[in-house]
């Protein structure tokens, strides 16, 4: 079958089992979206920047778990795709970005609207390409695709170049992928499994931490199955939220900076913790140096280079967590292993009683928790996916919103891309048309891609957006506040300034306003009943701020704000807790 190379490049797109495409074309991307003209299977969104494209593929992928395509033009087009490349990246979300490149022969010469964007990119992608041979595009099509979704997920980029879409081929498919340099170890050593199964059984004090791997091998029964099994409480990542029932009585919470009390206290004094799919982030771990030190640390991931690079490991497995899960749990019924975590269970509860999430739900004013409590509760019966811009918003959302099932969740978690959530929402909406989407978000962080709206309203999507609008960039004055005396530097905002309900109307949307807690309900509601998107403005209480908190540089148990108390002076007074200290 003849065809030039951007038909080639749509074709094998079909081929590998694409579905939607997220770009913004350009001179030299012509040929490639002349093609994507004729397809009748590949549905094309238009953003209104390349940035959007990216978090939009990267939401589809995350609610999903199947790689996006992105295709833009060179130069500006394809620099503008580096912040969601690079947040990608850091998430380990599955893509596949097309960037059209100058032609061959120009290359290097700084030819109009050329940019080196495989070494720009080089750092932040899992693997990329400079196609300089038509004939080579089914392979690298299929080989980009392949590596974007096996082993440890990330993004792969293809520079095309205008006269390689432009050259005639034949075109041959199916293609054999064969990478003999590129081979993901997905089952865990038999005597690793052994060990860690030890362990576990001996355990009196363990504690499950799983993270965005969980969700990335489908893992999230296999890990409810050993929790339930032995008795194991589970605290969940930002990356693995929704990796474990939330309504679950052995479901923690999210450790780290802004977790509960009672989940860092868990960790602190853990005497077993079983990792799986993290990468014992800074935010999560405080000073590495005081993280989990009473503990055995066993440590499950498909990326060999995460484990150890941050805490030392006992017992390391490399393998997919799916499987890793599965055969620990074979493992322990073959031994006929019991809990032992009665004691430890009743410490973790009263912990869980003395110190939970918390705001003043006295003065009647307009409170950002309550926004994200009423979202939870006005959802509880409808299947929602949950998107989140960057800062106080995030943090709040991921503190009161309790998922129902898996890939329900995006939120930007290693690079911190404020704008991530308002693009990522079209991206889920595409993929899960029959589900509500909402971002919440912040005053500051929807302004960095509201443009996107447009997007939403063109192709009917009815994304929901709801702004904790506080006036503030929310998690920078909270810093400055605590650590800067006050001194906002730059972190204040005007409410008024834009007036969302004006640009909700200017876009075709359905917009409001809340300035009161009466208000609220019926505002949240009217949204999420309408048939196309809707925006709510919520003007919540300007100096709020995220608790608990730990300080940077500090130990996870030593955290400001939340309700007053501590681990070791509380155990004393239990007799069940020093039954599990003996």
Not at 420 to 444: E, H, K, N, T, W
Not at 543 to 554: L, Q, Y
Request: hydrophobic share 40%.
């Amino acid at each position: 079958m003849r065809m030039n190379g951007g038909h080639a490049l749509v074709k094998a797109l079909e081929d590998v089992g694409v579905e939607v495409v997220f770009g913004y074309p350009g001179g030299v991307a012509l040929p490639i979206f002349d093609a994507l003209y004729d397809s009748t299977s590949i549905r094309t969104i238009l953003p209104r920047h390349e940035q959007g494209a990216v978090h939009m593929a990267d939401g589809y992928a995350r609610v999903t778990g199947r790689a996006a395509a992105v295709i833009v033009t060179s130069g500006p087009g394809a620099t503008n795709t580096v912040t969601g490349i690079a947040n990608a990246y850091m998430d380990s979300i599955p893509m596949v970005v097309f960037t059209a490149q100058v032609a061959t022969p120009v290359i290097g010469t700084d030819a109009f609207q050329e940019s080196d964007i495989t070494g720009i990119t080089l750092p932040i992608t899992k693997h990329n390409y400079l196609v300089k041979d038509a004939n080579d595009l089914p392979e690298v099509i299929a080989e980009a695709f392949h590596i974007a979704t096996t082993g440890r997920p990330g993004p792969v980029l293809v520079d095309v170049p205008a006269d390689v879409s432009k050259t005639e081929i034949t075109y041959k498919w199916p293609v054999t992928v064969n990478l003999p340099g590129y081979k993901p170890t997905y089952k865990g050593h038999a005597k690793q499994i052994k060990q860690a199964a030890d362990l576990i059984a001996k355990a009196r004090k363990p504690l499950l931490y799983a993270g965005g791997g969980i969700l990335a091998s489908e893992a999230w029964k296999e890990l409810k199955e050993l929790a339930e099994l032995m008795q194991i409480p589970v605290a969940t990542t930002l990356m693995g939220k929704g990796a474990f029932p939330e309504d679950h009585h052995l479901y923690m919470g999210m450790p780290g900076m802004h977790g509960p009390k009672y989940v860092n206290y868990a960790l602190t004094e853990t005497d077993l913790l079983i990792a799986v799919g993290v990468r014992f982030d800074d935010r999560v771990t405080g000073k590495l140096s005081a993280f989990a030190t009473k503990a055995k640390v066993i440590h499950a991931d498909i990326d060999p280079a995460e484990i150890g690079k941050n805490k030392p490991v006992d017992v390391p497995i490399v393998g997919d967590a799916k499987g890793v899960l599965a055969s620990l749990t074979a493992e322990l019924r073959k031994s006929a292993a019991e809990p032992r975590t009665d004691a430890w269970m009743k410490v973790v509860d009263d912990w869980r009683a003395r110190f939970p999430l918390h705001y003043d739900r006295e003065s009647g004013a307009l409170m950002p928790q309550l926004v994200v409590e009423r979202i939870r509760e006005l959802t509880k019966d409808r299947p929602t996916v949950y998107c989140t811009e960057v800062g106080q918003n995030q943090m709040f959302a991921c503190q009161y919103l309790r998922l129902r099932e898996p890939r329900t969740w995006a939120s930007s978690g290693g690079l911190g891309t404020m704008g991530f959530g308002l693009p990522a929402a079209i991206g889920a909406q595409v993929a899960r048309p029959d589900y509500l989407v909402i971002d919440v978000a912040g005053d500051g962080s929807i302004q960095m891609n509201s443009q996107e709206m447009a997007t939403a309203a063109i192709e009917k999507l009815p994304v929901k957006v709801v702004i904790l609008n506080n006036g503030f960039l929310g998690m920078v004055r909270q810093w400055q506040e605590l650590f800067y005396e006050r001194r906002y530097a730059s972190s204040v905002l005007d409410q008024n300034c834009p007036d969302f309900v004006k640009l909700a109307d200017a876009y075709g949307w359905h917009g409001s306003r809340v300035t009161s807690v009466g208000e609220l309900d019926a505002a949240l509601q009217a949204a999420f009943d309408h048939p196309g998107p809707a925006l709510v403005d919520c003007r919540v209480v300007g100096e709020e701020n995220v608790f608990p908190m730990v300080a940077p540089g500090g130990s996870i148990d030593e955290m400001l704000g939340g309700l007053p108390g501590g681990p070791v002076s509380d155990m004393m007074d239990d007799g069940a807790v020093t039954e599990v200290w003996e």
